[in-house]
């Protein structure tokens, strides 16, 4: 038996393991006066062999599966092959290496939140090679029927779209957007029978689904002066009895209803064409499980609906014998037709397309029969009814028979858009499609693979172009291009499943367990690891981009160097610049495949690490070249010094990391050694994004639970008199705490700042005179609360101080005042109490429902109290003690009320719950 048995199983454990090690720890760098300094905080040394240990037992269990069984005589892999995609974990080891990450800070992003894609690649390639080894055989799956296998994917998708939908439904992303546009024609329509919506936004039917102020969409007035949404009708007829059964919850229900049946159907079409289960459904993970498709199946936009029309229309048309098909089938198709342009006019030109496909089909073997055949007619006749009708429409409502009617003068669309919009929905780095789901580049490979194999399917490919062309044209000329405040690529979304076909093609040519096919499942397990970072990061906030030239997702997973000055932006740059971007790319990706479809011979496990190697040596190149390319204006640059949070910080935890590296020079200290280097500043002119509300010089702070210590430095030629600081913690709200400092040239002024729980929103406020007169303000961590011990509540949007006691406000509804606050009516409110650290005694609430009766639940760690409150009397609710001082709550309320009920003078529109006070005030220290 050769060395190679032992010794490369030898080396992927070792690999495996410190990967294990590292995927653990922190990587970050600050800045400081003698340079830039990078650091990791890593666990325990010892654990580098309980995690070589585990990589090992993971190894025996690949061993086991490859056991001989029974008598077969088949060769059966070695195990140092089928464990060769695990050698691709060692990327995950460079960004903690000496020098070469410093070299190339592009390796530093694997050591973020990248690295759980690299980690599920490598762990889906790996399952990939056992199945090509035949260690992984699901024979249940092959004794199913279509029919079984198709309910499988039917409900595959809706878990998929539910799933996520729950996840960011009913939060600040979604509803938004022209989401709640769409729900209130629904709404005037189910209960004015109108599309008159102006009285709809003056009550505030919205208040139903969508928590802020809602102004009417619209451009001009009908022409009965009245108020129409910009909005087309045709989904929101869909929706008003669904509406009106079950509210926003039955809408998004019925539309992820809707993507199922329209995946299920594309799915059963395309396995019928080609005949590959395992390509149909790979083109299905493709579309169903990545972000282009997947963050449309919940939101209360037409591209799902369309998505269907366009399949059922495209199905029915080719799958048709012209002679023998019914006049029925021919009617579906023509009604499918019809919907689109009332669904958005942005539909129309691919409608007809759609009739177009129809009638080539119809008349393939006799054009000139065409207008004698009563399916022609059955596509035709609604069709041209439905556009009749939709002329009409704008007529009756604006005076005018064009569908630009409710836009009035502002005009849009230019074909001289396409310049920048058509590339710009598939590469700009914010809003295009391959940026958030690179496995569609094989749509492209797909059509081109339909094309040569002639026939039949040359045919299909050219109609599927001309569909999804008819619509790319359509709304790349449109010049907000991206679709406004929406998920990447959703402008495309309704005709992502024409692609299904070419996307299987593309996998099915490619020979099983080799390195192109590794490269196929590579871009997909990308593309799904990209929807799931999407989908849990930062709440879901990382979908929504803010069309600054700038990838939220590329900030996120490279936050200390300008990753995302590697992908081009059409919306911040000049299209010159950004097509020069695309083209690299493009020509790298060509490259790469080229390469990819040359080795006709090798193993499952090294076609795995031959994709994983190629796309890394992929992506170095483009990090080469890009920089000797035109730099377009207002790339933003990475200044160390200007970050508002920090890495370290946020996972700082001496018990489970309290070893650390410096590698400037390198040497072993502990976790404790790097807290003061772990230091945040800003002076003036470093930094210019907005804030939500105006700290000084722009200083905005992000800091995990624990305590620091602040520092203002005044100016030589600060002459300001005594004057107010505060400190701001939330986003929202009054400030925290007020001193009075008195400026002196040259001075440092200093104190102690302790939070209870992590705030993303940390400032210090004042005058503009006091701006003027400070030079820097530091922060600096003296203790920080490990990770795990930190406190698990919602984001912090405000807090006051009562007394030695914090409040922690998670609600944008919660109305803190300086002697208490007021809880939302009829709802339930999140807030967190802190005490001082070693206060015995519990913390006592005072409530009153104000002029109203009313009920309040008061609940934490399973501990409950209900109140019944009536007018005028106050009830004291003593809460539990709780080690660490720090209470979350749920308030909740039965009733509410608003104080212009009691007072018509009253200008306030608040709508309260009860009233919250913390009688047993210290005087602040």
């Given at each position: 038996?050769?060395?190679?048995?032992?010794?490369?199983p030898?080396?992927?454990?070792?690999?495996?393991?410190?990967?294990?090690?590292v995927?653990?720890?922190?990587?970050?760098?600050?800045?400081?006066p003698?340079?830039?300094?990078?650091?990791?905080?890593?666990?325990?040394?010892q654990?580098l062999?309980?995690?070589?240990?585990?990589?090992?037992?993971?190894?025996?269990?690949?061993?086991?599966?490859?056991?001989?069984?029974?008598?077969?005589?088949?060769?059966?892999?070695r195990?140092?092959?089928?464990?060769?995609?695990?050698?691709?974990?060692?990327?995950?080891?460079?960004?903690?290496?000496?020098?070469?990450p410093?070299?190339?800070?592009?390796?530093q992003?694997?050591?973020?939140?990248?690295?759980?894609?690299?980690?599920?690649?490598?762990?889906?390639l790996?399952?990939?090679?056992?199945?090509?080894?035949r260690?992984?055989?699901?024979?249940?799956?092959?004794r199913?029927?279509?029919?079984?296998?198709?309910?499988?994917i039917?409900?595959?998708?809706?878990?998929?779209?539910?799933?996520?939908?729950?996840?960011?439904?009913?939060?600040?992303?979604?509803?938004?957007?022209?989401?709640?546009?769409?729900?209130v024609i629904?709404?005037?329509l189910?209960?004015?029978?109108?599309?008159?919506i102006?009285?709809?936004?003056?009550?505030?039917?919205y208040?139903?689904?969508?928590?802020?102020?809602?102004?009417?969409?619209?451009?001009?007035?009908?022409?009965?002066?009245?108020i129409?949404?910009?909005?087309?009708?045709?989904?929101?007829?869909?929706?008003?009895?669904?509406?009106?059964?079950?509210?926003?919850?039955?809408?998004?229900?019925?539309?992820?209803?809707?993507?199922?049946?329209?995946?299920?159907?594309?799915?059963?079409?395309?396995?019928?064409?080609?005949?590959?289960?395992?390509?149909?459904?790979?083109?299905?993970?493709?579309?169903?499980?990545?972000?282009?498709?997947l963050?449309?199946?919940?939101?209360?936009?037409?591209?799902?609906?369309?998505?269907?029309?366009?399949?059922?229309?495209?199905?029915?048309?080719?799958?048709?014998?012209?002679?023998?098909?019914?006049?029925?089938?021919?009617?579906?198709?023509?009604?499918a037709?019809?919907?689109?342009?009332?669904?958005?006019?942005?539909?129309?030109?691919?409608?007809?397309?759609?009739?177009?496909?129809?009638?080539?089909?119809?008349?393939?073997?006799?054009?000139?029969s065409?207008?004698?055949?009563?399916?022609?007619?059955?596509?035709?006749?609604?069709?041209?009814?439905?556009?009749?009708?939709?002329?009409?429409?704008?007529?009756l409502?604006?005076g005018?028979?064009?569908p630009?009617?409710?836009?009035?003068?502002?005009?849009?669309?230019?074909?001289?858009n396409?310049?920048?919009?058509?590339?710009?929905?598939?590469?700009?780095?914010?809003y295009?499609?391959?940026?958030?789901?690179?496995v569609?580049?094989?749509?492209?490979?797909?059509?081109?693979?339909?094309?040569?194999?002639g026939?039949?399917?040359?045919?299909?490919?050219?109609?599927?172009?001309?569909?999804?062309?008819?619509?790319?044209?359509?709304?790349?000329?449109?010049?907000?291009?991206?679709?406004?405040?929406?998920?990447?690529?959703?402008?495309?979304?309704?005709?992502?499943?024409?692609?299904?076909?070419?996307?299987?093609?593309?996998?099915?040519?490619?020979?099983?367990?080799?390195?192109?096919?590794?490269?196929?499942?590579?871009?997909?397990?990308?593309?799904?690891?990209?929807?799931?970072?999407?989908?849990?990061?930062?709440?879901?906030?990382?979908i929504?981009?803010?069309?600054?030239?700038?990838?939220?997702?590329?900030e996120?997973?490279?936050?200390?160097w300008?990753?995302?000055?590697?992908?081009?932006?059409?919306?911040?740059?000049?299209?010159?610049?950004?097509?020069?971007?695309?083209?690299?790319?493009?020509?790298v990706?060509?490259?790469?495949?080229?390469?990819?479809?040359?080795?006709?011979?090798?193993?499952?496990?090294?076609?795995?690490?031959l994709?994983?190697?190629?796309?890394?040596?992929?992506?170095l190149?483009?990090?080469?070249?890009?920089?000797?390319?035109?730099?377009?204006?207002?790339?933003?640059?990475?200044?160390?010094?200007?970050?508002?949070?920090?890495?370290?910080?946020?996972?700082?935890?001496?018990?489970?990391?309290?070893?650390?590296?410096?590698?400037?020079?390198?040497?072993?200290?502990n976790?404790?050694?790097?807290?003061?280097?772990?230091?945040?500043?800003?002076?003036?002119?470093?930094?210019?994004d907005?804030?939500?509300?105006?700290?000084?010089?722009?200083?905005?702070?992000?800091?995990?639970?624990?305590?620091?210590?602040?520092?203002?430095?005044?100016?030589?030629?600060?002459?300001?008199?005594?004057?107010?600081?505060?400190?701001?913690?939330?986003?929202?709200?009054?400030?925290?705490?007020?001193?009075?400092?008195?400026?002196?040239?040259?001075?440092?002024?200093?104190?102690?700042?302790?939070?209870?729980l992590?705030?993303?929103?940390?400032?210090?406020?004042?005058?503009a005179?006091?701006?003027?007169?400070?030079?820097a303000?530091?922060?600096?961590?003296?203790?920080?609360v490990?990770?795990?011990?930190?406190?698990?509540?919602?984001?912090?949007l405000?807090?006051a101080?009562?007394?030695?006691?914090?409040?922690?406000?998670?609600?944008?509804?919660?109305?803190?005042?300086?002697?208490?606050?007021?809880?939302?009516?009829?709802?339930?409110?999140d807030?967190?109490?802190?005490?001082?650290?070693?206060?015995?005694?519990?913390?006592?609430?005072?409530?009153?429902?104000?002029?109203?009766?009313n009920?309040?639940?008061?609940?934490?760690?399973?501990?409950?109290?209900?109140?019944?409150?009536?007018?005028?009397?106050?009830?004291?609710?003593?809460?539990?003690?709780?080690?660490?001082?720090?209470?979350p709550?749920?308030?909740?309320?039965?009733?509410?009320?608003?104080?212009?009920?009691?007072?018509?003078?009253?200008?306030?529109?608040?709508?309260?719950?009860?009233?919250?006070?913390?009688?047993?005030?210290?005087?602040?220290?």
């Open positions: 038996m050769s060395s190679f048995a032992f010794l490369w030898t080396i992927a454990c070792a690999i495996t393991g410190a990967a294990l090690y995927t653990r720890g922190v990587l970050d760098q600050t800045a400081t003698a340079g830039v300094v990078r650091f990791a905080l890593l666990p325990p040394w654990a062999l309980g995690f070589t240990c585990l990589a090992a037992l993971v190894l025996l269990g690949i061993d086991h599966l490859n056991a001989p069984r029974g008598t077969t005589t088949n060769r059966r892999p195990l140092g092959e089928l464990v060769l995609p695990l050698a691709a974990l060692a990327l995950l080891i460079v960004p903690f290496l000496p020098a070469v410093d070299r190339w800070p592009l390796f992003a694997l050591a973020g939140p990248a690295r759980a894609i690299v980690w599920m690649s490598v762990a889906g790996q399952v990939w090679t056992l199945w090509q080894g260690l992984l055989t699901p024979r249940w799956l092959e199913w029927s279509l029919w079984r296998v198709t309910a499988a039917w409900i595959a998708t809706a878990a998929l779209a539910t799933v996520a939908g729950a996840r960011l439904t009913g939060t600040a992303l979604f509803p938004s957007g022209d989401e709640p546009h769409y729900l629904a709404q005037s189910w209960r004015d029978g109108d599309f008159k102006e009285n709809n936004h003056l009550r505030g039917d208040k139903e689904y969508y928590a802020l102020d809602l102004e009417p969409h619209y451009l001009t007035r009908g022409a009965d002066e009245e129409y949404s910009i909005h087309p009708v045709g989904l929101p007829i869909l929706l008003a009895p669904v509406y009106a059964a079950g509210g926003y919850r039955a809408v998004v229900a019925l539309l992820i209803l809707l993507a199922a049946t329209a995946a299920a159907v594309t799915w059963r079409w395309t396995l019928g064409r080609l005949n590959a289960p395992g390509a149909a459904t790979f083109a299905w993970a493709a579309i169903a499980a990545t972000a282009p498709f963050f449309n199946t919940f939101t209360v936009y037409p591209e799902i609906v369309a998505a269907l029309a366009v399949m059922t229309a495209l199905v029915l048309t080719v799958e048709a014998d012209p002679r023998q098909s019914t006049v029925t089938r021919w009617l579906v198709v023509g009604f037709c019809a919907c689109l342009p009332w669904l958005s006019t942005k539909y129309a030109p691919m409608s007809a397309a759609l009739v177009l496909v129809a009638a080539g089909r119809l008349g393939q073997n006799d054009p000139a065409l207008a004698r055949n009563p399916r022609a007619w059955a596509v035709a006749a609604p069709y041209a009814v439905s556009l009749l009708a939709w002329f009409a429409f704008f007529y409502i604006w005018v028979p064009l630009m009617a409710p836009y009035g003068a502002l005009v849009q669309t230019s074909p001289l396409l310049f920048f919009g058509a590339p710009g929905l598939f590469f700009d780095q914010e295009g499609l391959l940026a958030v789901a690179p569609y580049v094989l749509a492209v490979t797909g059509l081109v693979q339909m094309w040569r194999n026939g039949e399917m040359k045919r299909l490919a050219i109609e599927i172009a001309l569909v999804f062309g008819a619509l790319l044209v359509t709304v790349a000329a449109f010049r907000i291009w991206w679709g406004g405040s929406a998920a990447p690529a959703r402008p495309l979304a309704s005709g992502l499943l024409l692609l299904a076909l070419p996307i299987a093609t593309a996998f099915r040519s490619a020979p099983a367990g080799s390195a192109r096919r590794a490269g196929q499942h590579l871009l997909l397990l990308i593309s799904v690891g990209i929807a799931l970072t999407l989908a849990l990061a930062q709440g879901g906030l990382l929504n981009n803010g069309r600054d030239g700038t990838s939220a997702l590329l996120f997973w490279s936050p200390r300008a990753l995302w000055a590697l992908a081009p932006t059409f919306i911040l740059h000049d299209p010159r610049i950004a097509w020069a971007q695309s083209l690299v790319w493009i020509a990706a060509a490259a790469a495949g080229w390469f990819l479809a040359r080795p006709r011979t090798t193993t499952p496990g090294m076609a795995a690490l994709a994983i190697a190629t796309l890394s040596a992929a992506l190149i483009v990090a080469m070249v890009m920089p000797w390319l035109p730099q377009g204006e207002g790339t933003r640059a990475v200044n160390l010094a200007a970050r508002h949070r920090l890495a370290s910080l946020d996972g700082f935890d001496a018990r489970v990391r309290p070893a650390a590296v410096i590698f400037d020079p390198l040497r072993k200290v976790a404790a050694a790097v807290l003061p280097q772990l230091r945040l500043g800003v002076t003036p002119g470093l930094r210019f907005p804030q939500p509300v105006r700290v000084l010089h722009n200083g905005r702070f992000s800091l995990p639970a624990g305590t620091y210590a602040i520092e203002v430095t005044f100016g030589d030629q600060a002459t300001l008199q005594a004057a107010p600081l505060s400190l701001q913690v939330g986003r929202i709200g009054p400030p925290l705490r007020t001193w009075t400092v008195e400026p002196a040239p040259g001075t440092t002024w200093r104190t102690e700042l302790r939070l209870a992590d705030a993303s929103f940390v400032g210090l406020r004042g005058s005179d006091l701006e003027r007169a400070i030079t303000i530091m922060i600096t961590p003296t203790a920080v490990d990770v795990g011990a930190r406190p698990l509540v919602p984001l912090v405000a807090a101080a009562y007394g030695e006691v914090v409040c922690y406000f998670h609600d944008e509804q919660m109305y803190p005042e300086p002697s208490g606050f007021w809880t939302t009516g009829e709802r339930s409110a807030v967190t109490i802190a005490a001082p650290p070693g206060r015995t005694a519990p913390v006592v609430l005072r409530i009153h429902s104000g002029s109203q009766a009920r309040a639940v008061i609940t934490t760690f399973g501990w409950r109290r209900e109140v019944a409150l009536v007018p005028g009397e106050a009830v004291e609710v003593e809460l539990p003690v709780v080690a660490g001082g720090v209470v709550l749920t308030i909740a309320t039965d009733r509410g009320f608003s104080p212009r009920q009691f007072d018509p003078a009253s200008n306030d529109p608040r709508f309260l719950g009860i009233w919250v006070e913390i009688p047993d005030k210290v005087k602040q220290p």
